[in-house]
């Protein structure tokens, strides 16, 4: 029924289930009047549908009991519990509104089922609230029993409450249990609730611990309860797995008074040290000790106290109620309390509801609200203290104050009904059952409440059904923070989803109050950690010990009297607890197993650890993210910041310390030395960097090294240092090995005066071998390089006080108990280690404390990286790396004496005070370093009044150090090499000229090579391009004029061939009796050249003119028309008649340009004459023709009656043909296919151009002109021998690159897509270097000079060239000839280009050796330009000698030459007789030119008065042409002008 009213579009399910308009749900909010309007409608529309249904609800009630606590126990005085009764009036609330069906408040929910109530006072107490349940499940209703239970309170009552419930099988849900112990299904498998177990309370306080305050030391405090004792487990749960540590719990009592003690709980807690104390207990119990807590000195300022839900109310705080006395006990409080969202729809409407709730707190007068519920129990008022004879007590709500807890038992009871609800209207049960009724409570319910959406954990399938009824979604709290008068919300804490509270999030709003003055965050203490070596050299690791745990008493009590700056902070800022742990230095078990011991409690740790042990210890610290400075290990490994992510050291590197003593190595002139050092990580790794620091200045270092108290080893290492000859030797050895090694060293004669040893840090081996004989006898003069800060004004404070301390000091500040403090530990100055531990103390407190957290060891890590403080070992500062900074370490030499009583006192600076030797024999002897040199850094300060030095001498006992044996050996060897260098450069040189000789002959070879090549596949273009155009790649197919005219539209060639249609013909001898017409036209469509037909109706025209005005018989005339004559469905066959387009043009004897004015069908552009003459295949045709017959064989047709000679129209017609070139083109391939049919015509014309200047006739006269007269039998002689002489001239002009373009710019991509690129390539004209060529570059290249050279050098090549193609003999006789041609020196270029000259070639004309230039000569201007400056120039005064003078040519042979007397003579008739043929022909004798062939003397007139011409226009000349003018000039008298 519910479904069915549910799906009527007039009603929506708003929050919390309740049956809404539709307008209303959708908006939000509706006023009452219309809520009203609307509530008619629902009574009447559920039973209209219950009706239908066929059926009525089978229980006409249910019943609901409550478990309130109203009043407390005789122990507390049988209070009025104000909290419980308000709780109690929202479980009235709630069931009165699911009974009121027309309040619009969830009317769906029971519609014909009503719920009674009745309620017990479970007092806050087990044993009542167990009796109360078993009564109200049993006996409630007249025996009838309860159906299910709201309650109770506390977790207590509400653990025996649902035991008692266990056994009748009746449901109970809590609103305020939050126990995380209840969460046991199977211990309690009927309880539920509607607040969050504990478990999420308990991870919240711990995130708030670790991520929101970043707190690791706590103290606890918890009721014995359930609620405090299982929320106190949940919470040391996950507190332990974010790393934080309890320093103290402890536990109270419930149901404490005024007169409990506490003095035990809070000695526990006073004595821990803690200030940040998490409570889980009830609101009064929690509230009595935290104020006895305060009287003892826990609590107040510095401290910081985090509680449950239950202590974060505001009646735990009213119980104190003086303001002043609650702010000082309170202030820096901080909860968590499930939280409601005040926002949501619900929740405004339970606000209303209840506000408007009458009150029944009764009249104030003693008169009660004696109003009763369904089972005849009062309400409001109760017989509280069991007395009959004193009156009732009121326990009645005003209902205007907001209680959290009332709201969740608000929810719980509309839960229950909710379940009910399922029962009764769905599964129609006859009765209620509890297990059915809790199954139907955990697995069904899901609505939004008013603490948010209500649903329940389903753990049924689980074994131990752990968290089975929980409170699975809408789990949210509030963050509490009492400030200077009351709590207020600050924040919220809420897990990522419902039931993982590994996750979580949290929120904060305002600004949060704390217990101190100045409102700063309390500090929870830190805890240093100290590894101090239990054995070494003597008293030196417990002196180290000492002076670190003095460091950390300083820093607590604020004590600068070592180090200023730990006086800024004061006494009571961050406490540090030391935990001192004693470790082998060199054992890496034994300090790794120290520092596991105090991991979990430290927030750092100092260490004296060698490199060795803390290249593991420092990983360790790296993972658990634990600071760590060092005092004693300086290897540079340990600055990975990798690796060692949390490492920092007071102690030097290192990496500083070997680039000092690098530094000083080569101050000293020194370019070798030796290191003996032994493998471990600090010896090795000082020893690299100090090669690399050498390698910087110019030194060689050798190494030799053993294994740590292996003799066999140590000896081998020296005696690698004798082979190797160095006498500077530095020494990185313990203790254990220093005497083996120098014993060897004086066995092998290493210990000479010569010598120099250098002990790094050799003050520590002197402190424990300094009473030994043989070590004192072997030290003496050596010296000591170490980081010594005994010259700092640090160290003398720290001596000063040191010397004032005793055992008991260092017991006191935290050894006792750890190590035994020997009286020689502070009878002695403090070593220098001692001064590094105590800073290394000192700035990691003065780290921690200017961080903000100084339990996050990055915190610490990044405000270390800012101290700087005056430290006991000098000025302290570290890198970003944590090293200590080289500005303020001081660097000390040193140097051993072996002390007598015949020395007088001195005061040793570095280690111990020497013995008394004064009062001892004179053999007594001790090893003493005396400091003879000191470096102090940039920020150091040297006490230099404290400390007394010595000469720095060597063991000769002199000042100036030793000359390095290794140098003196390498000036010898350096000498003799430098002969050898001669005696290499000798040879180098003789060889070098043998390869530069060998390169210069293999370079001429290659050129010899090359040209071969060029002339090779020069001659194979040319001859390509003579033939191309006599020789058919593809038959030449036309159509018989009578066919083409009864076509009556232009047919594709398949068609017409099966009709038999077209003619073939395979050479164009075959065309020489025929009449053929050439139609040139452009295509209007994509698909087909002539969509309307036009073009057709105006080719007919046409044809029929041309045959009319030639006079040709129609039946041998042959029509050539590119859809009929070219195969359209073969692409190979088509491509090969498209390339020979340009030979069918210049075979044809009529050409017509079809050209009528249309729209083409694909573009919509217009197509006309213009359109055609700018196509670049039009243009070609053209061309081709007009270069073999000229334009008189061409007609212009634009209509059918418009048909016009070509030769009527102007010259710029003719120009824009000639540049083919410039034409449109769709690819751009198109280019390269008609370069060799335009050479080869071109090569025809120009041939017989050169054949007719040759003969001196004129055109007509020549017989090719004769022949096609005859052939063509149309236009005039004259207009064809005009239009190729225009032709000529435009070719020769300045223009000649516009016809004939060198160049094509293409893309290396779109040559690859030309078709049949392969043929192309291999015919493409190009420029030739050593036979290779660059297609995306070159059209005609050189192409053309290259033509015009072959036929200039053999006008037969043409001919022969011609009768190959037809007869295809001699191809490869040609095509030497052709190159033999190229071969020869032309005497106008003989560069790589040649100019055309029109009569080059006269067999008669013979020239002399010497005037034959190397082809190498570069070419000048083709028109009109000067010549170089290697070429031959005349002046007047050498036309009137007999000889010219030239400059010298590339070969350096002089041009200059004289004809001999006999051969000028005979030169002088020749040139007289050519000069009298030249005046007749200028006199106009035309019949004496004409009465036969011009003889020999004409032509060489001709050559001369050319030649002359060209030496006048400064053009380039040849000294034979100047020799010639000379005679002339000699034998006519005139001078250089008579030609």
Known sequence: LADLALASSCWDVGTSGILLPAAASAGGRSSSRAVAMQQPLVVPLLLLSAGLAGASSALSSVRLCGLFPRFRTAAQDFKADDSGTRRFAAFVQAIREVNNKTDGIADHLLPTTEV???????????????????????????????????????????????LAL????????????????????????????????????????????????????????ASTDAYGASGMLAFKRRASALGIVTLASVSITGGANDESDFSEQTEALRASGATVIVIFAGGYDASLFIEKAYDAGVGGPGFLWLGSDAVSQASTMARIEDPTVRRHVFQGFFGLT????????????YDRSRSAMPSTAGDGAGNCDLEVDDDEVQMWAADNDGNASTPLACSGSDNQQLDIYAMYSYDATFALAHALHRLVEHARVAEVRGDELYEALVTNVSFEGVT???????????????????????????????????????GAWQPCSAGAAACSEISTSANFTYSTADNSKPHDGSEIGLLFAESGSGDGPKMAACAALLALQHANEGNGSVVPELSRYGPNALQFVPKPIGIVRADVASAIRGYESIRDRIDGFVDGAASRTNVHVAQLGALDGVPQLSYYSSAPELSCDVQYTHFGRSYVSDKISSSVLAEQLAGYGWRHYGVLHVRDEWAVGYQEHLAQNAFRLGLTQFSG??????????????????DIGVNIIVSLSFEVDLLPLLSSAEDEGLLADNFVWIIIEGSGSAANLGTNPEATRLMAGMLSFEANPVPAFGFQRLARLWSSLGPDDCTRAGAGGIFDVPPSVFSSPPTQYAAFAYDAVAGLAMGMRASDNPHRGTDVLRSLARVSFDGASGPVAFDARLDRNASGLIFTFSRFFAETADWPRRRLVTDTETADCSTEPASCKRLAPQICKILPGEAAAVDWEAVETVPLLFRDGSATPPEDALLAREREREAERRQQRRLIILLTSVFGALVLLFVALTYRASLSVRNFKRREIAAKQVLEAIRGVHRLDHPCVLLPARAFLRMGSLREHEALRAEGQ?????????????????????????????????????????LRRVIADTGWEEANVQVWVDLASIPQSKPLLKQLAVQTI??????????????????????????????????????????????????????????????????????????????????????????????????????????????????????????????????????????????????????????????????????????????????LLSRLPTRVFGGCFDPRRDLFGELIHLVERAIDLDPQILDEAVAQAESGHDVQRVQKKIERSLSRRSTASSGSRWTPTAMRHLPVLKRPPSDRRSEAEPARAEAGGEAGADGAKCSPAETRSTTCSHTTDDSGESAKGELDDADG???????????????????????????????PNVELGLVVAAAGAAADAKSASSSLVCRVQGRLAAAAGRGSGAP
């Open 116 to 162: 009674l109530f009745t309620q017990r006072d479970s007092r806050r107490d087990g044993a009542t609230a167990f009796f109360e349940a078993r009564e109200l499940a049993t006996s409630a209703f007249k025996g009838q029993g309860c159906d299910a239970i709201v309650g109770a309170a506390s977790s207590g009552p509400s653990a025996l409450a649902a």
């Open 166 to 221: 266990k056994e009748s099988s009746t449901p109970q849900v809590s609103y305020s249990s939050t126990s995380a112990g209840l969460s046991d299904g199977s211990t309690y498998p009927y309880f539920a609730r509607t607040v969050p177990s504990d478990d999420f309370q308990a991870t919240g306080l711990a995130d708030l611990v670790h991520s929101l305050f970043g707190y690791k030391r706590i103290a606890t405090v």
């Open 338 to 349: 499930p939280s409601a969202s005040t926002d949501s729809p619900v929740f405004r409407r």
């Open 452 to 490: 948010g959406r209500i649903a329940f954990n389903d753990a049924s399938a689980d074994p131990s059904r752990r968290t089975h009824g929980d409170r699975t979604s809408g789990v949210r709290y509030d963050l509490w923070n009492f400030g200077q008068t009351e709590l207020s919300v600050v």
């Open 705 to 722: 090294s053993w294994t740590e108290s292996n003799t066999a080893e140590i000896r081998e290492a020296v005696q690698m240092m004798r």
């Open 1062 to 1102: 077209l003619l073939f013909y395979d050479s164009p001898r075959q065309l020489a009796d025929k009449h053929v017409v050439f139609f040139s036209h452009q295509w209007l469509s994509f698909g087909t050249p002539d969509p309307l037909g036009v073009q057709y109706r105006v080719m007919a025209a046409s």
């Open 1142 to 1319: 340009a030979c069918y043009c210049a075979a044809a004897h009529a050409f017509v340009i079809c050209a009528p004015t249309t729209i083409h069908a694909d573009t919509g552009e217009v197509c006309n004459v213009q359109s055609y003459q700018r196509r670049m295949w039009c243009r070609c045709e053209q061309l081709c023709h007009v270069l073999r017959k000229g334009t008189g064989t061409m007609w212009c047709a634009t209509t059918e009656d418009d048909c016009r000679r070509l030769g009527e129209l102007d010259s710029e017609w003719l120009m824009s043909v000639l540049r083919v070139f410039e034409g449109d083109v769709t690819d751009e391939g198109d280019y390269l296919s008609i370069v060799l049919p335009i050479l080869g015509l071109y090569a025809e014309l120009y041939a017989l151009e050169l054949k007719r200047r040759a003969q001196a006739v004129p055109w007509q006269s020549s017989p090719a002109a004769a022949a096609e007269a005859a052939l063509c039998q149309v236009g005039s002689e004259e207009r064809r021998a005009q239009t190729l002489q225009l032709v000529l001239n435009e070719i020769r002009g300045a223009k000649r690159g516009e016809i004939f373009p060198p160049k094509l710019r293409m893309s290396a991509q779109r040559l690859a897509q030309l078709p049949l690129r392969k043929r």
């Open 1465 to 1495: 003579a005979k030169m002088e008739a020749v040139a007289a007789d050519a000069i009298r043929a030249i005046h007749a022909y200028g006199r106009g004798d035309a019949d004496k030119a004409r009465a036969g062939p011009p003889g």
